[in-house]
């Protein structure tokens, strides 16, 4: 049936717009119910609801293409103008704006040749804003402390990193777990490289020195997530050393131009992160060999020169030997000379006596010499023996400070001790309170449980213990054979004679003995 059928005049069938407009939905939706169409993106907004509205334009025609909030966060290619992609999706209507459009599920770029253009479109903004520029890399901790890696915990990447860093040089390692390929790859690759940053110094997890993205080899697309311009920033952004290490040597992705050195893969990234422990204590030993050495020609190079100047200085004695030899020509004629000024004063003293005066005089002066040198010795031995008493009264003083300290100390150490006993004491009491409770408690639960097991409480709910002559009677038959049993009560105990027991057989009293009186 066709939707508008040839009638003429007023005969024809009359739509309302929105019959129309879900007419032309139906039959749309019907002839194309998913497609694939492939061409190149146009203009793309991106409004706060979360939906994604572009254009897929070729040389002579635009479609207009949605795709809705959930769907969005899952595409596997974020649209960017001037991609050329393949589109897969449903056609229907817009009745607001009488048009139809194109609800896109799924993205895939149109072929190597359009990632490589894209790739390389951006790779250009990138470095124009100077994130790929040499001045901005910073040179690599010679011995980082703790070593960050970005990457797969379950893959063979990590176990070969941790394995080369056992064979070098043992390091503590910090594996922060991402997705290494698919749509979750850049956010949680950037968000990494920026937790990383973020941990504070000296926190309760360690700040690392050193970064390592690192992921194993893989096709364009598998490693299109490090392409991403949300990873490349924050490499870039870092302010930890990051060395990259995606893929193999011929891949190349944009966080290797972003990062402060490129590794052709994860074992070399480990080798550049650290050194040779080996070589390390090689180049010690070496450098030690050499400071010895250093310091042996330091010392000994003086000492030789010593003992150059000394051979020039000649024998210390050769310089003495001529003013020993005068003294002893001198010595020798020193006895003869003495003698002689003797002789002569004696005979000039009688040709020539000294006056009375002089020699009055002179003994005078001596004597008030020795008077002076008498005070002089009295006041000395004066401040002698005050100052030898002032260092006895100080000694004592000391000594009755020290005895203070010492009874001081003697007494606070048996406070100390009396307090401890005093202590030991409550404690003691407090021991043995708990053990007389707990034992009371024991005792009681004790009591408790023989009562319950008891069977006097179980008289009190009305049984009865039998007993007999030879103990309990635990059964009618042997009750009925005994001529009497007793009967137990929680009050008290009642004789019975058993229904169909045998007559109570009389004993004969014995007849008195008789005493013989002789």
């Given at each position: 049936m066709e939707l508008l059928e040839d009638a003429p005049g007023s005969n024809a069938h009359e739509f309302t717009v929105s019959e129309l407009s879900g007419a032309v939905k139906r039959s749309l939706e019907d002839q194309f119910g998913r497609v694939r169409v492939r061409g190149e993106i146009g203009r793309v907004s991106r409004p706060s609801s979360g939906h994604l509205y572009f254009d897929l334009k070729d040389d002579r025609s635009v479609l207009a293409a949605v795709t809705w909030k959930g769907q969005a966060s899952r595409l596997a290619q974020r649209p960017e103008e001037g991609m050329e992609v393949i589109a897969t999706g449903r056609i229907t209507t817009f009745p607001g704006q009488s048009k139809y459009q194109l609800i896109v599920d799924q993205i895939e770029p149109a072929g190597l040749g359009a990632l490589m253009a894209m790739l390389e479109k951006r790779r250009q903004a990138l470095a124009a804003e100077g994130l790929f520029d040499e001045g901005r890399k910073r040179p690599l901790p010679s011995l980082p402390r703790v070593i960050g890696v970005v990457t797969s915990p379950s893959g063979a990447v990590i176990r070969d990193i941790l394995h080369r860093l056992r064979d070098r040089f043992p390091t503590r390692v910090l594996i922060w777990p991402v997705a290494v390929q698919g749509e979750g790859c850049a956010p949680q690759v950037a968000a990494a490289i920026r937790g990383f940053n973020d941990l504070a110094v000296g926190g309760p997890i360690p700040r690392p020195d050193l970064l390592i993205v690192a992921r194993g080899g893989g096709s364009l697309e598998d490693l299109w997530g490090f392409n991403e311009e949300a990873v490349v920033r924050?490499?870039?952004?870092?302010?930890?050393?990051?060395?990259?290490?995606?893929?193999?040597?011929?891949?190349?992705?944009?966080?290797?131009?972003?990062?402060?050195?490129?590794?052709?893969?994860?074992?070399?990234?480990?080798?550049?992160?650290?050194?040779?422990?080996?070589?390390?204590?090689?180049?010690?030993?070496?450098?030690?060999?050499?400071?010895?050495r250093c310091a042996t020609v330091h010392v000994e190079r003086p000492r030789q020169r010593l003992r150059d100047l000394s051979r020039a200085l000649g024998r210390p004695a050769a310089l003495t030997e001529g003013?020993?030899?005068?003294?002893?020509?001198?010595?020798?004629?020193?006895?003869?000379?003495?003698?002689?000024?003797?002789?002569?004063?004696?005979?000039?003293?009688?040709?020539?006596?000294?006056?009375?005066?002089?020699?009055?005089?002179?003994?005078?002066?001596?004597?008030?010499?020795?008077?002076?040198?008498?005070?002089?010795?009295?006041?000395?031995?004066?401040?002698?023996?005050?100052?030898?008493?002032?260092?006895?009264?100080?000694?004592?003083?000391r000594l009755d400070a020290s005895l203070a300290r010492v009874m001081t100390t003697a007494r606070r150490s048996i406070l100390q001790q009396g307090q401890k006993v005093v202590d030991l004491a409550r404690r003691l009491d407090l021991a043995l309170q708990r053990s007389i409770r707990t034992r009371s408690e024991a005792l009681q639960r004790a009591d408790r449980m023989r009562l319950s097991l008891g069977y006097t409480e179980t008289l009190k709910r009305g049984f009865v213990v039998v007993h007999g002559p030879d103990g309990v009677v635990t059964s009618a038959k042997a009750a009925r054979q005994m001529p009497q049993v007793e009967l137990e009560f929680a009050d008290g105990k009642v004789a019975a004679r058993p229904e169909g027991a045998p007559p109570k057989t009389t004993r004969k009293p014995k007849p008195p003995e008789q005493k013989s009186l002789f």
């Amino acid at each position: 049936m066709e939707l508008l059928e040839d009638a003429p005049g007023s005969n024809a069938h009359e739509f309302t717009v929105s019959e129309l407009s879900g007419a032309v939905k139906r039959s749309l939706e019907d002839q194309f119910g998913r497609v694939r169409v492939r061409g190149e993106i146009g203009r793309v907004s991106r409004p706060s609801s979360g939906h994604l509205y572009f254009d897929l334009k070729d040389d002579r025609s635009v479609l207009a293409a949605v795709t809705w909030k959930g769907q969005a966060s899952r595409l596997a290619q974020r649209p960017e103008e001037g991609m050329e992609v393949i589109a897969t999706g449903r056609i229907t209507t817009f009745p607001g704006q009488s048009k139809y459009q194109l609800i896109v599920d799924q993205i895939e770029p149109a072929g190597l040749g359009a990632l490589m253009a894209m790739l390389e479109k951006r790779r250009q903004a990138l470095a124009a804003e100077g994130l790929f520029d040499e001045g901005r890399k910073r040179p690599l901790p010679s011995l980082p402390r703790v070593i960050g890696v970005v990457t797969s915990p379950s893959g063979a990447v990590i176990r070969d990193i941790l394995h080369r860093l056992r064979d070098r040089f043992p390091t503590r390692v910090l594996i922060w777990p991402v997705a290494v390929q698919g749509e979750g790859c850049a956010p949680q690759v950037a968000a990494a490289i920026r937790g990383f940053n973020d941990l504070a110094v000296g926190g309760p997890i360690p700040r690392p020195d050193l970064l390592i993205v690192a992921r194993g080899g893989g096709s364009l697309e598998d490693l299109w997530g490090f392409n991403e311009e949300a990873v490349v920033r924050a490499a870039a952004e870092s302010r930890i050393p990051l060395i990259s290490a995606v893929g193999h040597e011929t891949d190349t992705t944009l966080i290797d131009f972003a990062s402060d050195r490129r590794a052709p893969t994860p074992t070399a990234a480990a080798e550049m992160a650290v050194p040779v422990l080996a070589e390390l204590a090689a180049r010690l030993a070496e450098s030690q060999a050499r400071l010895t050495r250093c310091a042996t020609v330091h010392v000994e190079r003086p000492r030789q020169r010593l003992r150059d100047l000394s051979r020039a200085l000649g024998r210390p004695a050769a310089l003495t030997e001529g003013a020993r030899q005068r003294l002893d020509l001198w010595a020798g004629r020193l006895d003869p000379a003495l003698h002689g000024l003797v002789r002569a004063r004696r005979h000039q003293l009688a040709v020539r006596p000294m006056p009375v005066a002089l020699l009055r005089r002179f003994m005078d002066g001596k004597g008030h010499a020795l008077h002076r040198l008498e005070h002089r010795l009295d006041a000395a031995s004066v401040r002698r023996l005050e100052r030898r008493r002032d260092r006895m009264t100080a000694m004592g003083e000391r000594l009755d400070a020290s005895l203070a300290r010492v009874m001081t100390t003697a007494r606070r150490s048996i406070l100390q001790q009396g307090q401890k006993v005093v202590d030991l004491a409550r404690r003691l009491d407090l021991a043995l309170q708990r053990s007389i409770r707990t034992r009371s408690e024991a005792l009681q639960r004790a009591d408790r449980m023989r009562l319950s097991l008891g069977y006097t409480e179980t008289l009190k709910r009305g049984f009865v213990v039998v007993h007999g002559p030879d103990g309990v009677v635990t059964s009618a038959k042997a009750a009925r054979q005994m001529p009497q049993v007793e009967l137990e009560f929680a009050d008290g105990k009642v004789a019975a004679r058993p229904e169909g027991a045998p007559p109570k057989t009389t004993r004969k009293p014995k007849p008195p003995e008789q005493k013989s009186l002789f």
